[in-house]
């Protein structure tokens, strides 16, 4: 049978009424728009459900029957609606957010606690991991999305660039790099260098600036930690490059950063799988974290030059 959810509401409240005409000032149409709907139903379920005088709408038997099984289920599909209606509104529960250990350390804690403040009905639990693992868990849905070094394949994530930041070159206070008026690119030539190994979402795009502009070094060490660079920089192992989120530098060591010219950034991205919705908890958190790096990025425009 090819009837409509209108037609069905309709026919429940002319027999609630007794009235075309009350029935259509309830659910906002007119008398002859009812008295059509009526006309269709029974001729689509080929069965007469109303016998109409000049004074009064009687139901029929058959009539009768629909009318009391229709009003229980149309009042049981009206409470389902509304329930998924308040589930889609809903902001509680638990969302699993992934990031890199420098992106975790260095924009997740102003995002979590934001988010306790704004939220404290959501749950934010943060996994900090290598950035093909982060990807990995978003592909298999281990966790609502990720926050990653950008570019990714075209067209296998929903993706949203939140946070532009340049590389700097990270030296010793003595190093004579750390006086070089303007620093460029090309002055790394024949140094000893210290990077992240590759499981970083950085170390690609900072292997293809070495390359773009003509540096020649020896990378002596390639370690998994951001954190281990600074110890290693500072003990004269070689110089480093690292992006400016990983500022500030620890306290009380002899190091300091410079920035390179000219400027090449790494783009943060926020990634969720594919034509996939989130959760409303989810939502508020991906817009919660676009915002705290959308602060970052203004304070950084107010501080001075590296």
């Known amino acids: 049978m090819n009837y409509t959810l209108r037609q069905l509401r309709v026919f429940v409240a002319v027999a609630q009424h007794g009235s075309f005409s009350?029935?259509?000032?309830?659910?906002?149409?007119s008398q002859s728009a009812v008295s059509h709907s009526i006309k269709e139903?029974?001729?689509e379920m080929s069965i007469r459900l109303l016998d109409r005088t000049t004074r009064e709408v009687l139901l029929t038997s058959a009539g009768q029957l629909l009318a009391n099984r229709l009003e229980r289920l149309l009042e049981e599909l009206n409470t389902t609606l509304l329930d998924a209606r308040s589930f889609g509104q809903q902001r509680s529960g638990t969302v699993r957010v992934a990031a890199s250990q420098t992106i975790s350390a260095h924009l997740m804690p102003q995002c979590l606690a934001a988010s306790q403040l704004n939220y404290p009905e959501i749950k934010v639990l943060l996994r900090d991991r290598p950035q093909q693992w982060v990807i990995q868990s978003v592909r298999d849905a281990e966790v609502d999305f990720g926050i990653v070094v950008g570019p990714l394949t075209a067209g296998e994530f929903t993706s949203q660039p939140i946070l532009d930041e340049p590389f700097l070159l990270l030296c010793r206070q003595d190093d004579e790099l750390a006086y070089v008026k303007e620093l460029h690119w090309q002055m790394l030539s024949g140094r000893t260098m210290v990077l992240q190994d590759y499981a970083s979402g950085s170390r690609v795009l900072i292997d293809e600036?070495?390359?773009?502009?003509?540096?020649?070094a020896e990378i002596v060490q390639e370690i998994?930690?951001?954190?281990?660079?600074?110890?290693?920089v500072e003990a004269g192992i070689g110089i480093s490059i690292l992006p400016a989120l990983a500022l500030p530098l620890p306290a009380g060591r002899p190091l300091m950063v410079r920035r390179l010219l000219p400027e090449i950034n790494?783009?943060?991205m926020l990634i969720r799988r594919k034509n996939r919705s989130l959760t409303p908890a989810?939502?508020?958190?991906?817009?919660?974290?676009?915002?705290?790096a959308m602060l970052l990025t203004q304070q950084r425009q107010s501080m001075p030059a590296f």
């Open 224 to 232: 998994g930690h951001p954190t281990t660079l600074y110890p290693m």
């Open 266 to 268: 790494r783009t943060l």
């Open 209 to 216: 600036a070495l390359k773009q502009q003509r540096v020649e």
């Open 282 to 292: 989810a939502e508020v958190i991906w817009q919660e974290v676009r915002q705290q």
């Open 41 to 43: 139903l029974e001729a």
């Open 22 to 29: 009350q029935a259509g000032q309830v659910i906002g149409l």
